[in-house]
């Protein structure tokens, strides 16, 4: 048995690289960035008009001058215009080019308008006031949005603004997730006294498609023949294969020995943590194969604390590890990592993780009212005091 730690190790020492795709913009939102995205322009491309209102040249103002002849108007997505006499206005609105000859503009709120002349009603201003000047955000060429970042809707307006219709991403792993157990039958089916609903698979599909991963599914007997014929086209059909089951010692728990006997390379076989420690991990020159304990919680927590950093790092995506404040005392006796649930709450800039009271990792039902887990780490100490620091794993 391996250590948490060792288990993270030897997972991000495995990582693999997918490739890159390009796709459209509109449908990258969640992917992984694979290219950097460079400004085309200044930002903003022009001296931009801030608000509607008047455009004057500011020192007629310092010399007293309140009342301004209107000279023109400059509408947005018109091209830019010149005042002739410095001493007039321009009527400008919102996003419009700045017209020669103008520095300053005043709000439509702080001046009276009649037909030919424009009158400002306040006795002080500031010179270039409401005007957004060009490359003030960003010049030609700096990068704006920087490679291996995992776009939000943030990123699709800069990817529009800069024309990138078409944006390269890191490639997705193909994965299957496979459901184990003669006890499990569909969602829409009605259990007999001694058979569950299946969840685990739907849980996994769930997590994935947080990453934007799509998934296919199965669900196998507890047949070593059936589990071989299976896992053998598996293994030559898919990059990522997902287990949720019959990896422990049970007597119907065929799945290390049917993948070792498939040549599939053993990296590890359960960890030193609570919930979860039947953890298999292995791989072949194609796939990789995360083989997750039965136990609903075991599966969640798992795929979050091992599944998640092994496809960040594969697509390039620095993680930042998040911390929490315990509110109470914990106490746990076994020499394990616990990962425990908690819930989050941020008070003053930090997060407080207060235990939730579960009733191990078969009570999937406790995961409703959680946010996270908390690391707690494997120590002979059976006590974890209020105020601590932990890392955090959150969910939601």
């Known amino acids: 048995m391996i250590t948490v730690e060792e288990a993270k190790h030897i997972i991000l020492q495995n990582t693999q690289d997918f490739g890159v795709e390009e796709i459209p913009f509109l449908d990258s939102v969640g992917r992984v960035l694979k290219e950097d995205i460079v400004?085309?322009?200044?930002?903003?491309?022009?001296?931009?008009?801030?608000?509607?209102?008047?455009?004057i040249n500011y020192r007629f103002f310092q010399y007293g001058v309140r009342d301004f002849k209107i000279e023109g108007v400059q509408p947005a997505g018109s091209?830019?215009?010149?005042?002739?006499?410095?001493?007039?206005?321009?009527?400008?609105m919102t996003g419009a080019v700045l017209p020669e000859n103008c520095d300053t503009v005043i709000?439509?709120?702080?001046?009276?308008?009649?037909?030919?002349?424009?009158?400002?009603?306040?006795?002080?201003?500031?010179?270039?006031q409401n005007i957004h000047y060009q490359g003030?955000?960003?010049?030609?060429?700096?990068?704006?949005?920087k490679k291996n970042t995992v776009i939000s809707p943030s990123e699709i307006g800069v990817l529009?603004?800069?024309?990138?219709?078409?944006?390269?991403?890191?490639?997705?792993?193909?994965?299957?997730?496979?459901?184990?157990?003669?006890?499990?039958?569909?969602?829409d089916k009605n259990p007999e006294a001694h058979q569950i609903r299946r969840s685990n698979v739907f849980t996994l599909v769930s997590l994935l498609n947080e990453l934007k991963i799509p998934s296919e599914i199965e669900h196998l007997t507890d047949k070593k023949e059936v589990l071989q014929q299976k896992i053998t086209s598996f293994l030559n059909d898919f990059d990522v294969l997902l287990f949720s089951g019959a990896v422990s010692k049970g007597k119907f728990d065929f799945l290390p020995e049917v993948l070792e006997e498939l040549g599939v390379e053993k990296l590890f076989h359960r960890v030193s943590q609570r919930p979860g420690k039947p953890f298999w991990m292995g791989q072949t020159d194609t796939c990789k194969v995360f083989a997750f304990p039965g136990n609903p919680v075991?599966?969640?927590v798992n795929c979050l604390v091992y599944f998640y950093p092994w496809y960040y790092k594969?697509?390039?995506?620095?993680?930042?590890?998040?911390?929490?404040?315990?509110?109470?005392?914990?106490?746990?006796?076994p020499d394990l990592t616990?990962?425990?649930?908690?819930?989050?709450?941020?008070?003053?800039?930090?997060?407080?993780?207060?235990?939730?009271?579960?009733?191990?990792?078969?009570?999937?039902?406790?995961?409703?009212?959680?946010?996270?887990?908390?690391?707690?780490?494997k120590t002979e100490e059976a006590e974890f005091k209020k105020g601590e620091v932990y890392p955090v794993i959150r969910f939601r």
């Open 79 to 92: 091209e830019q215009e010149a005042m002739i006499n410095a001493s007039n206005c321009y009527e400008v």
């Open 160 to 187: 529009a603004t800069v024309g990138k219709s078409k944006v390269k991403v890191a490639k997705l792993p193909k994965v299957m997730i496979v459901s184990t157990g003669d006890e499990l039958v569909g969602v």
């Open 338 to 377: 616990y990962f425990l649930q908690v819930k989050l709450t941020t008070e003053n800039g930090q997060l407080f993780a207060t235990p939730i009271k579960g009733n191990g990792s078969g009570d999937l039902a406790s995961l409703v009212e959680a946010d996270g887990f908390i690391e707690l780490p």
């Open 136 to 145: 003030k955000d960003r010049n030609e060429g700096d990068i704006l949005i």
């Open 39 to 55: 400004a085309d322009r200044d930002f903003p491309p022009f001296n931009r008009v801030a608000m509607d209102g008047i455009a």
């Open 107 to 128: 709000r439509y709120e702080d001046v009276s308008i009649n037909t030919l002349m424009a009158t400002v009603n306040i006795d002080e201003i500031t010179e270039g």
């Open 298 to 300: 075991s599966t969640f």
């Open 314 to 333: 594969s697509a390039g995506v620095k993680q930042q590890p998040q911390t929490a404040i315990l509110t109470e005392n914990v106490s746990f006796k």
